[in-house]
Each structure stands twice: as C-alpha cells, then as structure tokens.
C-alpha cells in the first residue's frame, strides 16, 4: 500500500518537529540549570529524550513503509531569560502545538482511509494528551508557588521524580 505524498510529507515533517521538540527541552534544560534548578533541568532533559523517541518512531514507521525520512535543518531557537512560570508555559503551548499537528495528520490519514497512519496519529494523540497533563500539572504547580522561593525548591526536589 503507497502512502500518499502528503502524508509522506506530513509525517517527514513531523519526524523533524519531534527532534525540535527534543532541541527545545534541551535549552529549557539548560535554562532551568542557569536558575538553580537542577531537578526541572532532569525532567526537561527526560522530555527530550521522549521527542527523540517520538522522531525515531515516526522514522521506522516511514522506512516501514519502504520510504526515506529526511532530516530538515533545526532551527536555533533561543529561550532568553524566562523564569521558570515562563520556560512551562512555554512547554505547555508546545505540547499543544504538537497535538494539533498529530490531529492534523489524523484528519488527513482519516481522509484517505490510510489505516495504518490513522493507527500511529492516534497512538501519539494518546501520548499528547499525558504531555498536556503533565505540562498543564507543573505549570500549575510553579504558578502557585509564584514567588516563594522554598516552595519553587520543593517542586524542583520532586521534578528529579517525575
């Protein structure tokens, strides 16, 4: 069964989106470690290596498929100074930029009755429904914390954890 060229070419991109998405928690990482807190730098790093992990599954699905993925140029992304209410919600407004991506590729797949697209678009809509959470869940966390600094560092202790 041919995959059609736009869903060869939506999911080409989204291997590609997935690796930025692994770059972007890596600099939120190394943010989190320029404000002294170590244990949001580990979950960030977990994060990426789960989008590295999403690229490498959209990858086998599209060599599977007898097709050659390719590696786009990552764009620099610089992150400034964000505090830490910033850098989450900054993951979180990526998380759902990503579940809108996937529902996009669903839609498309669902369009051309292309069932084993449909299956993998809706296997990472599962996944981004638990990255929303969890995203949705430390940002509300660091918000309540606002300002405290002794309640930011509990967070941060539990955040090694997560």
Do not use: C
């Not at 730098?41 to 599954?57: C, F, I, Y």
């Not at 669903?106 to 599962?126: G, N």
């Amino acid at each position: 069964m041919q995959l059609p060229d736009e869903l060869y070419s939506a999911l080409n991109q989204q291997m590609n989106r997935e690796q930025a998405n692994a770059r972007f928690y890596e600099q939120t990482a190394s943010r989190f470690e320029t404000l002294y807190l170590s244990g949001f730098a580990v979950l960030m790093r977990k994060q990426a290596a789960g989008e590295m992990e999403h690229a490498a599954k959209v990858r086998d699905y599209l060599t599977d498929r007898n097709l050659e993925p390719t590696n786009d140029a990552l764009p620099a992304e610089r992150l400034g100074t964000p505090g830490p209410v910033q850098l989450l919600g900054a993951v979180l407004k990526r998380e759902q930029e990503t579940s809108a991506q996937w529902e996009t590729i669903y839609l498309a797949a669902d369009t051309r009755a292309e069932v084993p697209t449909i299956d993998l678009a809706l296997w990472f809509m599962r996944e981004q429904v638990e990255e929303e959470r969890l995203a949705t869940e430390w940002l509300g966390r660091v918000t309540l914390a606002g300002n405290n600094a002794a309640a930011l560092l509990v967070l941060d202790a539990q955040a090694k954890g997560d």
